[in-house]
Structure formats: C-alpha cells, structure tokens
C-alpha cells in the first residue's frame, strides 16, 4: 500500500482548476456557484475553453495543455470518466485532483455536491490526505523505426481488434522474454486503480487501488489460457501486432491510435503518479460493497 500523508497546503491566493461532466447541467451549476465563493475569498479559477464556455464565463478559459500550469489544486466534478481527463492534464503537473461525484456513485471521485466548497477549502489548507495511485506509460514502436508517445494513464492502455467478427493475434514480451501468443478480442494492461474498469469488465481480479501492480488481462481469449497475470511494477511489457489484422491503442478510453502489423506497445510504469485527494477515511472495500449491492449475512 502507498498513500501518502502529503497535504496541498496553500495559502490564499490559490489557483483552482475546474473541469466538469459536458453533459450535466447540474455540475455546471455546481462549479458556477464554488467558482463565485472561491473568487470571493482572494482565489485564482481557471477551466478550459469548452467548459468556460459551459458555465458562461469565458474569460476563465484556457487552452488543455495550459490548465494544470502553475494550479494548486484541480477539482473534476461529474464521474469518473471526468476524473480520468482531469487527471491526464494534471499528473504531468503534479497537481492534485479532488473528485466531486454528480450521479452515479463512482470509485474516484469521493466528495458530495454540498459538501464540495468545504472540501477545497480543507484540500488547500493542507487538512486532507494525497493518495499516490501509480499510472501506465505506454508508447509505439512502429514497423518502420519510428516511435510515438509516450501516453499516461490512470487506469489501462489497452490493445484491441479493429474489425467486428474478427480477433487479433498478440504477442507477448516480459521483462525481455517472450511470454505467450494470445488470439483474443485484446489485451488489457491494467493499473491497480484500472482494476476495476475495462479489467473488471473482462473478469480480471479486483486489487486495491494504493497498490503498485500491473494486469494483464485478455479480453475473450481464443484459447485455454485465459488466467490475467499480476505482474511487478518494474516490468516493461511488450506487445506485438502479429499475422495481418490491425488493431488499435486505447488509453484511459480515449480515442483509439491505430497499430498495424508489426507495431508494438512498449507498457510501463510511468514516472508520474496521480494524486488524489481524499479525506483518508473512505473504505475500499465499502465502497465495492455499494457498487455490486453485497449484503451483510
């Protein structure tokens, strides 16, 4: 287990980055209102172009790429799809993402609507907790020489067929050895905070989430073999598009980067970690309890 005891711990003043679910009226209304109190008390908001444009307020709006420079804090209210996106613009930045929930009860995001601007304001006078959660880096060698990326992700890079009615053939490398051929839908390299997303789907163990662990799971595996592996978190995996199907890179369910055959996903620990803010008390395992509707005997 890895969580950290590290606090935000800022002063007045602070830059606070917003993003929110694009189709939830109600988190819009949310951040319109933390926005206008966090202002009033001397703190510097930003959002994107498109989710300035969401709120009216344009004039906060910055590009991506520029969202988490400088910021204190980053706050995703919506799901958990918003959390995965706010965290592929803050982790290179090394800001922490506080998660407000607005629907369905999710994994990542922790905090309630009415208990929001109390949360931020205990997130950055250092009166919560910072988790660690290790991420995957995944990049491209392609057939002819050239490489691209390298990606992050919270929860998987996944390596997957193109065509309806119709496998892929993988093949699989680890720590430098080869390991197996796998025929299947795709392969899922999985983080311990993945486990229980596209993982979970395709029957891959739960692990919790402070641990530092890579799984590989096949997705409808063509053949005996269909166990995941639980593999360190130093090992580098490599994965080759082999016979003559194409199949395509996923991340964190973005969208997909085609890979021909001879292309290979080269997966490893990323050098940057994800910090999630959390109050430091929320329970795991009740919280998968919730989530599959498991009663006390």
Sequence with gaps: MNQTTERVSTGPGSVVAFTLHPERSDAANLVHELIGSLSS?????????TDAAMIGRPDLGVADDDLAIGAD????????GTMLRTFEMASQHKV???GVHVGH??????????????????ALAGDLVVEDRMMVEASIERVDGTVEGPWCGLNEAVVEKRELGRTVRLGV?????????????GLIVATPTGSTAY?????????APQHRSFLLTAVAPHQLFDRTLVLGPETVLRITVIADRDAALSMDGRPPIALAPGDVLVARESATSALLVTTGTRNFHQILKAKFGLKDA
């Design 41 to 49: 008390t001397g703190h510097a908001t930003r959002l994107t172009t």
């Design 73 to 80: 804090l980053a706050v995703s209210v919506g799901g958990d």
């Design 96 to 98: 922490p993402v506080l």
């Design 105 to 122: 009860l999710g994994y990542l995001t922790e905090f309630e609507p009415r208990h929001a601007l109390d949360a931020i304001t205990k």
């Design 173 to 185: 490398e680890i720590g430098g050895a080869h390991f197996a051929n796998y025929s299947a839908d």
């Design 199 to 207: 993982n979970l789907s395709a029957r891959g163990p739960i692990v």
